[in-house]
């Protein structure tokens, strides 16, 4: 079965590719059937990942999977969040939306930094399906004062993992994919999928 993995994110589709390489399914980035991105007008995760969804498949007519996330900074009233990948303006650039965060945070003390990136994760089946698949995972951290590594994109460098001392972009991928907030809800998503199989 084919699977239009709907999102133009490479970072985000290499994750979702590596996550689903065990699976029977043939993953299709919705670039590669022509299908190109859709204004995300949703006011939740959730609306915004049920839009990428619906537009890929209606594009395809084929099953799609959309990842709708963003990082949530307690001290800032939950921001960057929804408008995370835009929070320096557009174009999308990583590096400007991690100097506007580290400058909202400058006079903010390490133990109020806490934050984390949460993901919802939505399979359509087609694009009137009226039970779409929606799981969520979170992951906990904090910001730090100062970007380190050079795996991921988005916010990777500036998000702390205190369990492992890591960052984000510090972790191999391989690390990151066993305890990001995506991995969490596509883990949710792959057990309702397994559920419903046996049904």
Request: aromatic share 4%; proline share 6%; with cysteine.
């Amino acid at each position: 079965m084919k699977l239009v993995l709907a999102s133009g994110n490479a970072g985000k589709l290499k994750e979702l590719q590596a996550m689903l390489a065990g699976l029977p399914l043939q993953i299709v980035p919705q670039r590669e059937l022509g299908v190109g991105d859709v204004a995300e007008t949703g006011l939740t995760f959730v609306e915004n990942a049920l839009i990428k969804a619906r537009h890929a498949c209606e594009a395809t007519g084929l099953p799609a999977l959309a990842d709708d996330s963003g990082l949530i900074v307690d001290a800032l009233d939950g921001a960057p969040g929804l408008y995370s990948a835009r929070y320096a303006g557009s174009p999308t650039d990583d590096a400007a939306n991690n100097a506007k965060l580290l400058d909202a945070l400058r006079e903010m003390p390490a133990e109020r930094r806490s934050a984390r990136f949460h993901a919802v994760i939505v399979l359509l089946r087609h694009a009137s399906d009226p039970q779409p698949l929606i799981c969520e995972g979170s992951w906990e951290g904090r910001i730090i004062d100062t970007p380190r590594g050079h795996h991921g994109f988005g916010y990777n460098p500036v998000f702390l993992d205190e369990e492992l001392g890591l960052t984000a972009a510090e972790m191999t991928p391989e690390q990151k994919n066993g305890r990001s907030h995506r991995a969490k809800a596509l883990q949710l998503l792959l057990q309702q999928l397994s559920s419903q199989l046996v049904r």
